[in-house]
């Protein structure tokens, strides 16, 4: 049986999840946010042991945070950009509390700086018109959720529309609805496909 995932560390544990179980399937990956069904249910979550269950929902807790253990940031941003065995070396590390390889360790900082670059630069000017749209087309998918978070330090409380660049999987242009005082989009819309 083959697996609908999303590519981003929800899909990555949820793989993780399947894999315990001693079950090897085929994993079809889709874009992240692109659809509503949830890869991750809390009866699933509860099955697995305690200290690996709170290891784990920090984990997804932190994926795009601009802060807290460099290890569990850098696992969803390998996951969101699509570097597969990156972001599972890295998972499992963190959910072992084990260190990672010297190559994955470096190309994982790698990674965080381009990511922590990328927001800081892109948030220095104002790219709010008309009021309440944000406009970050020239951001792919895979930065949006640590710029919704940057947006959030910034001092944005209330719920946002932002429009981005679209996904590996998924090009185009992408609307974002993030409720007040939300890290994360309820809805994600695909505005225009990608030209070919």
């Known amino acids: 049986m083959e697996l609908e995932l999303p ?7 949820a793989l993780w999840l399947t894999r315990r179980k001693g079950k090897r399937r085929i994993v079809s990956w889709h874009a992240p946010w692109s659809r509503d069904t949830d890869p991750l249910p809390p009866s699933v979550l509860n099955r697995i042991p305690a200290i690996k269950r709170m290891r784990l ?15 569990a940031q850098a696992t969803g941003t390998a996951a ?11 998972m499992h590390s963190w959910l072992d509390g084990e260190s990672p390889s010297p190559e994955d360790a470096t190309a994982a900082r790698q990674l965080l700086d381009v990511e922590r670059n990328r927001v800081k630069r ?3 000017w104002n790219r709010e018109w008309p ?4 406009h970050l087309e020239d951001m792919p998918a895979w930065l949006i959720p640590p710029a919704i978070r940057q947006l959030r330090r ?4 209330g719920s946002m529309h932002l429009i981005s660049g679209g996904h590996l999987l998924e090009p185009g242009s992408w609307r974002w609805y993030v409720p007040a005082g939300c ?8 505005l ?4 070919s």
Not at 131 to 134: F, K, L, P, T, Y
Not at 183 to 190: A, C, D, G, R, T
Not at 192 to 195: N, V
């Open 7 to 13: 590519l981003d560390i929800r899909g990555m544990a």
């Open 57 to 71: 929902l920090r984990l997804l807790g932190l994926d795009g945070a601009g802060h807290g253990p460099w290890l």
């Open 80 to 90: 969101r950009l699509g570097r597969h065995r990156l972001a599972w070396n890295l």
């Open 122 to 124: 892109v948030m220095q």
């Open 131 to 134: 009021s309440g749209i944000i």
């Open 154 to 157: 910034l001092g944005r409380k």
């Open 183 to 190: 890290n994360l989009p309820s809805k994600v819309q695909i």
């Open 192 to 195: 225009s496909p990608a030209l």
